[in-house]
């Protein structure tokens, strides 16, 4: 054995080639850069740009060189031009071939140059991006690329929603689903159909997937996406019952995560309902407890839908005060996008919840505010309650008052039992200065 050479192991044969690499590039980096300099343009400096592309093609200044070469070519020998472009979609073509279907400068530069050329090296594109797209359905950069080229064409979108359909074969392809929404309305112009009656369409579409693939997760983004149109809101009732179908249908998976997205939908749809019945609120509830279950790495988004649910649909007969407390609430956020809250609510008491924080509160007519036993940690939120009174936040995680001023209106503030490290005096002075008309406080 002794006296033999070691054979390299592939790893060392990659790092090998790679310091090689490195090598090659930084000559040629410093090489074409003072060229760039100096303003060289001259055409066979193009070679040493190609080299240091093929290596590193995201060095976006070695791209910008190369137009400046070529735009001085063309201006010097006009007859040249079909050459060097054709010379450039080759280079862009290896590149992307190469591993690098992914890079910015290199889309960028195929763009720039078919800007220069005519209908015939669209068309060619055009097929180029469908057989790209064979390879990796979910690339961002080739259906930008497509996009692009679909409007040089000037192509008619009901043409390319014929082809996003075919893409639909794999169900969950989420770019084909969101590039048919970026056509929808343009289709509904060109081909007079009223949009509504293509939201429709597009609503049936989703519907067979879900029965196809019910845990199809991009058919149920796009769905939502379509229920949030101005047409789409005109199907909520029609959803809710397809979506009680289909869970229906699910009793007997053996996969519980495939009701997840089903569950979603009909939660949310009924958060959006202005009144519900005892009955529906149960379901709600239950379907959340049921996610919570069946997808848990996801129970922080479910329990602040909880918590919006909570708030919207408690107390509902009176509207000068909420009181929810011990419910497990995480957040209040949706307070100020319920009308009747924010014009007549004078008291509310969430005590015993785990509240994180205060959002930047909007009720008008607020007085009294409790807040006791949650996790908040930062006194904010509350400038815009100008008729505050009395603000309870008792045992909380508070460790520092503002220098700032909180709130101009209250007049008693209790943060008993909060992690305030301060003696009675400063204590005093910096919660004077945060609610300069106080008159009671408890630390």
Known sequence: ????????????????????????????RKNILQNKKEANYAQELLANIETALCISPEFYSLWNYRKEIITHLIETAPEKIKEVYENELKLTATILSKHHMKSYGTWHHRSWV???????????????????????????????????ILHLLERKPSSELEYLYGMLDDVQNYSAW????????????????????????????????????????????????????????????KDLETCNDLLEMMTDLKNPLDEKWCLVTIVLNMLDEHKLEESEKTTVLTHLEKLIQIDPTHKGYYNDIRSDFLLKHTNKDDVEKLAIPSMNISRINILNAIPNLCDNLKVIDLSNNDILFIPQLKLKNLETLILDNNKIRFLEGLSELTKLNLLSMKNNQIKRIPSGVISNSATIVNLDENPLPYEEEEFNTKICVAFPNISLWSK
């Open 114 to 148: 078919m800007k220069k050329l005519d209908k015939t090296y669209w068309e060619t594109d055009l097929d180029l991006t469908s057989q790209l797209l064979k390879y990796d359905n979910r690339n961002f950069h080739c259906w930008n690329y497509r996009r692009f």
């Open 178 to 237: 969101h590039n048919r929404s970026s056509l929808l309305v343009e289709y509904s112009e060109q081909e007079g159909i009223p949009l509504s009656e293509v939201i429709n369409q597009e609503y049936d579409l989703c519907t067979n997937a879900f029965y196809t693939e019910p845990s199809n997760q991009s058919a149920w983004i796009y769905h939502r996406w379509l229920l949030s149109t101005s047409e789409g809101k005109q199907l909520k009732s």
């Open 1 to 28: 054995m002794h006296g033999r050479p070691r054979n390299q192991t592939l790893d060392e044969k990659k790092a090998l080639i790679l310091k090689e690499k490195i090598q090659v590039f930084s000559s040629l």
